[in-house]
Every structure is written in C-alpha cells, then in structure tokens.
C-alpha cells in the first residue's frame, strides 16, 4: 500500500528540539549534524525523510535503530597537525576543511581507538622528537594515524600514516606502543609522501603482527586489511544485511549477483541460502579480499570476478545466462544509467537495492520502475546515529505485462555528466540549508556549477524570453562552492 501523501512527513530538515546529547565539538566538528535532537527524535526525523524521499513507491517499514547509538565506529582514523604555538594535535578535518578539529574523545568513536590515537599524540615530539606532518610544506614525520577493531573479536590494528619512508627509532616506537597498548594485535607502516586529500598511501610495512585483523559478521569471518572496506557499524550492518537476506526469500536454487560485491561481505552471506553466488567489483584488490574471505568461510559456492559489473550483467544476457537475484550497492551517488540499463537487459526477477543515498536511491528506483519493476519493500536502517545518513534496502521485483506503475520520470536528475552524479541538486539544497540555513535555487546551482566547468543543460541557465535571470548573490556562490566540494564534485 503506497503510504505517499498519507502520512505528513515532518520538515525535511530538524528542528532544534534541544536535550540531546550534546557534545562540546558539535558546532566545530560537524560530523553529528543530529545531535540537537534525542535519538528517538532522530529516528523519527530519518523516518520522515525516507518517507518523503520513497514513500511514493510504497509503504515504508519502521527504521531500525541501536539499542546503544553509540561507541559504533569501528574504525577511526585521525589527521595530525602542528598549531602556531608548537604543539600537536590530532583530530577530525572540520567539515569542508583542512583545519583539524582536536579530537580526544567522541561519542561515536571505539573508546580503544580513541585512546591509542591520544597516546601516540602525547609520545610523538617529547619521546621521539617526531614532528607531525605540514601539508603546506611537505616536512615531518607523522599524517594520520588509522585504527580499526573488531569488536566480535577484539583484535586491534594501528597503522602510521607517514608522509617520510625514513621513521626514526622505530623499533623503540613500536615498543612504546605495545607496551601502552598491549591490546594491539598488528602494526602496520604505511608511506604516504604524495599532495593528496587520501589518507593511506601505496607502499606499506607490517611492523608488528600479521598485517591484518579478523572480524565476525552475520556469524561469518572477515579478514581485514588496512585498505580493506569494512561496515564502520558491524551491530547495525548484520540487521541491514539480514534484512537485504530476508526480503529476497532464498530457497536454496537461485543464482545470485552482487554488484558493487566489495570484499564478498554480503554475497558470502547469501551464499547460505542460494546455489551460487557470483560477485562482481572493479577494484582488483577488493576482489582479492573476497576470495581470501569465501575461502576463510569455507564458501564453495560463491564466484569473484574483477570487472565493471554493468558490462557483465550486459554479457551474461547476451550469453543468455539467467540470474534470479541481483544485490545493488553502489556508492553514495548511487548507480550510473548504464548499470541501470544493464540490470534492466539482464532481466533478474528480484533486484535487493541497498542504499546509503536514498535520495539518489530514488532516482534509480524511478529508472527500474519505468521499465519493468514494482518496488515491493522499503526498509530505512540506522547506520550512522546522530548523523543526517540514513541506510536503506529496497526490494524490487519483475512486473507482470498487465500491471503498471506511473512514476513521474524526472530527466533532469538523470545521467548527464560524470560530475552531475556526484549529487541531485536537491542533495545540494538540502547541504546548504542545513549548514549555512540558506535556501538555494535550481538555477543558481546551475550557474555556479557552469562556473566551475560543469557542464549544464541550456534550460537551466535560461529564464523566460524577455527576463532578466537572476545572478546567485556571493554568499549563496559560496555555500553552493562548500556543497559541490563535501561532494567531491570539483
């Protein structure tokens, strides 16, 4: 039953309701944009907003929260930077940034990361005269540094981002380590001396340990490595994934594809309750992961292929190879229309579309509606407490020929350049409004877009014959600046 119009969604952005949790770095960070809210308010707020954004293709469930929203992240990672004074600090990037917000302790963040990253502050200039890194001038020793948990296991991995391959006293560094942390099961050196905005760089050094950690997932192992994906919220991820398992009724003879399958995390799963499993992803290494991970769990049923998986899909139906299910995860820009159309030939009858995005979920839902699927379940999952993210799996099924949906198919959010994909433009309104509480037009994105060389439609940047077309005041050009780059758009 289509629950669109039925129910009044609240504002689309939170009001400030005040007694939440409140966190001293609230305003500076920027990481919480919730956090003026109780977390019954936020769940509410994100069911709202799922039901606004997919409410018109059906009726969507009530979101699945955290019985404890916090302590969830289970991979932190911190910059280090030098203030004018001489001291070091280690913390977050404020938002649209380079300015490092100090960060000792976060109420999102594993409370062991958390601890070694302080430590390693506290030791660095006054126990090993080690600087920290200047992106400015390219000198000093120490980046970031990044520490991942597994919290079914417990194992701990520290890995030193350095912008150096020369780590002076680094044997007794690793001891002084070890010895504040015996918790650490694995070291790992990592050289990053490039000018870039990435944290991890291409050549690495196991300092201590076997280089990786393991974590249990849906009663599944997972090896992890320093470059590996890995959900940030494992608790929150086995509800997401039971949920993406359950709407798809597995009987045990299906064939199964995982687009976007990552490091087999999901399709390994699946592979429980299907004849096979056949994992698609681009990123060569990733592909490695996944085997490693299907022969950890002794999954025998399961295939990994590097490759882009919407020429795939287009090679599978011309071999006129069948699948019965096709699990979607793309990146938060959601999925290309080539991928779209390439789901559409291969003809599945059950797509499972799992969403960090659902406003450019909704985009791609409108594309497979209009040509042959009926979205059957909505469910929003909350991955990210406190935060505007909501997680959402939407499960979509073949129609029959003498049934239809009509679904307003809106070209202007489709593909048009590789940039435009980074986001709709009502993923950048609501940006500016919730950052800057500015209201921006359609036509004033356009043109600040045009200006960055972004290349627009000729309808957005036209008024009507014989108006004037309004130019985007400055502060508005600003903030619209701030939103195309928190989407890596320019």
């Known amino acids: 039953m289509n629950n669109y119009g039925k129910r009044k969604p609240r504002p689309s952005q939170p009001k400030k309701v005040g007694k939440g949790n409140s966190c001293p770095l609230y305003k500076k ?6 956090q ?19 409410g018109r293709f059906g009726h969507v469930e009530e979101i699945i929260g955290m019985e404890k929203p916090y302590r969830y992240r289970n991979k932190v990672q911190a910059a280090f930077g030098t203030t004018r004074g001489g001291k070091i600090i280690s913390g977050v990037y404020q938002s649209s940034s380079h300015n490092i917000v100090l960060v000792d302790d976060c109420m999102l963040e594993d409370e062991t990361a958390d601890k070694i990253i302080t430590d390693i502050r506290k030791i660095l200039l006054p126990r090993f005269k080690l600087a920290a890194y200047n992106e400015d001038t390219g000198k000093g020793f120490l980046r970031h540094v990044l520490v991942k948990r597994g919290f079914a296991t417990n194992e701990v991995m520290t890995v030193l981002v ?9 044997d007794e560094f690793v001891t002084e380590l070890k010895k504040l942390h015996p918790e650490i099961t694995t070291i790992i050196w990592n050289i990053n001396g490039g000018k870039t905005s990435l944290v991890l760089g291409d050549r690495e050094e196991v300092l201590y340990g076997s280089g990786y950690i393991e974590d249990i997932l849906c009663e599944k192992r997972f090896r992890i490595s320093a470059k590996s994906f890995y959900q940030i919220n494992p608790v929150q991820t086995e509800k997401l994934y039971r949920a993406a398992i359950d709407f798809a009724e597995l009987t045990g003879n299906e064939t199964v594809l995982d687009a976007y ?12 309750k299907a004849k096979q499993v056949i994992g698609v992803e681009l990123n060569k290494d990733a592909v490695k992961d996944a085997i490693n991970n299907a022969r950890l769990n002794n999954t025998d ?5 590097c490759a882009d998986a919407g020429k795939f899909m287009v090679g599978m139906a011309e071999d006129k190879e069948k699948v019965d299910l096709v699990i979607m995860d793309p990146p938060r820009a959601g999925s290309d229309l080539n991928f779209l159309r390439s789901v559409t030939t291969l003809k599945p009858q059950k797509v499972v579309y799992i969403s960090c995005n659902p406003e450019t979920q909704a985009r791609d839902l409108t594309f497979l509606c209009k040509n042959g699927y009926k979205v059957m379940k909505i469910q929003p999952v909350d991955m990210f407490p406190h935060t505007s993210h909501v997680e959402t799996v939407v499960l979509l099924s073949q129609r029959r020929p003498d049934t239809h949906i009509d679904i307003k198919l809106d070209l202007s959010e489709l593909d048009v350049t590789a940039a435009e994909t980074k986001a709709t433009y009502q993923e950048i309104k609501d940006y500016v409004f919730e950052k800057f509480a500015l209201k921006v037009s359609s036509l004033y994105i356009s043109q600040v ?17 014989g108006h004037r077309v309004p130019k985007c005041p400055k502060e508005k050009e600003e903030a619209i600046m701030d939103a195309l780059k928190h989407f890596n758009m320019i």
């Open 29 to 34: 960070c920027g990481g919480c944009q919730l």
């Open 36 to 54: 003026n809210m109780t977390y019954p308010e936020q769940l509410s707020f994100k069911q709202a907003k799922t039901i606004r954004l997919l």
């Open 162 to 170: 350095t912008g150096t391959r020369i780590f002076p006293k680094k």
């Open 261 to 272: 399958c990552g490091t087999g995390t999901i399709g390994i799963v699946a592979a429980d």
């Open 301 to 305: 049923n399961i295939r990994f292929f």
């Open 449 to 465: 877009k045009t200006k960055c060389g972004i290349i627009e439609r000729e309808n957005y940047n036209k008024g009507k014959e």
